[in-house]
């Protein structure tokens, strides 16, 4: 008995201590985990999830851009209504970010992030500080070399290529109207509408005349003679310092509200570009959409870039006199007409300033990666207009055969 006793006293020592033992390394390795910083891997998950539904989400403090607005627009120091406290204000205004900073002070050179040219006054070396080995001195000079140098131009480029080799690998990014650019800054944008909207509107009713063509550059020749030869066909009244040149001459000052109410009594307003560019499309054809007038078109492409459905393109007709027949047609057709308006319950307009559209490259991934533009290739008139010159001798087709009909 006493052996059987001590057998089994032997054999519950030992099974104490295994379990002790045991329990010594469960808590060895927890402790192991805790002080790497990890959870055990039994509680690593609940852990987890426990933390991410009570505390936000982690992220690095946002350090806001500078944008050293450098050269002057048209000659003027600070950009069209933008002075130094307007400036900042506007980055404050835009969507969905406030991460930058604008200042017109060039003091700050060494400390920006980024530098904004306006594209014609570097084009003319206005004042005679902005040419090609005065902003190289300007680069050598900051010293920092993550900065991105912007060439922003809201005009077609001029047909003198050598103006712009000079350039080429002077800046990092181009802001332009093309899609191709860094930054994209159109005229105008659209967007869908979510839901989509059911209207019911004759807007045929509010309209009293057919066509208005609001024109002051009498130099675009081609443009010229198509609207010449189609006010043969049609009533069209002509606004602005052209309108000597037509048989109805209709006076109506830029920006005056009047205006712009009577431009809206047309049921066709004339979109005309000066120059056929890529995306090359101006305000000229959202003026026409905001005037609640259908705009007839002139230009390169317009398709992604107007919204679908809301305009006339001079380009699907085969003469001058088969779009005034058109014209004329939709003017008896109230129906007809009104489809030109169905892409109001579907889409409305959008965008942002382009200071905004800036800021937002800049704060994206592309502003850590080094880039140098060759200034004549992406922004050329060589590379980036009259890419489709049918487009072009077929109106220039029609307007000769136009005139041979009239003779």
Known sequence: MRSDFSLCRMRSWRLRTAILGCLIVIALL???????????????????????TVLPETRRPTVKKLLLVYSTWFGIPHWGPWNEALLVREFAYC??????????????????????????????????????STLRNVKRESGKYSQ???????????????????FDGVFN????????????????????????????VNYAKTKKYLAAWPVSNCGVKLRLDYALELEKYIPLTVYGGCGKLFKNKGECPRGNKDCHDRLGLYKFYFAFENEFCQDWMTEKYWRAIKVGSVPVVMGENFEGLAIPGSYID????????KLADYLLYLDKNDEEYNKYFAHKSIFTESGMSYFCAICDKLNSVEFEKETE?????????????????????ELERQVRESKLERN
Do not use: M
């Open 95 to 132: 969507p969905g970010s406030k991460s930058c900073i604008g200042t017109y002070n060039k003091s700050k050179l060494h400390e920006a992030d980024a530098l904004l040219f306006h594209g014609r006054d570097v084009e003319l070396n206005r004042n005679g500080i902005y040419s090609a």
């Open 148 to 166: 991105k140098w912007i060439f922003l131009a809201h005009e077609t480029p001029q047909r003198d290529e050598n103006i712009y080799r000079p």
């Open 173 to 200: 990014w181009t802001a332009t109207y093309n899609r191709n650019s860094d930054v994209f800054i159109p005229y105008g944008q659209f967007k869908r509408r979510n839901p989509a909207q059911t209207l019911t």
């Open 30 to 52: 927890y402790l192991r985990g805790t002080l790497k910083g990890k959870a055990p891997i039994s509680f690593r998950y609940v852990e987890k999830r426990q933390i991410s």
């Open 314 to 321: 001079v380009n699907n007709f085969t003469s001058i006199r």
């Open 373 to 393: 533009v060759k200034l004549s290739e992406r922004y050329g008139f060589r590379k980036t207009c009259h890419q489709d010159a049918k487009r072009i001798t």
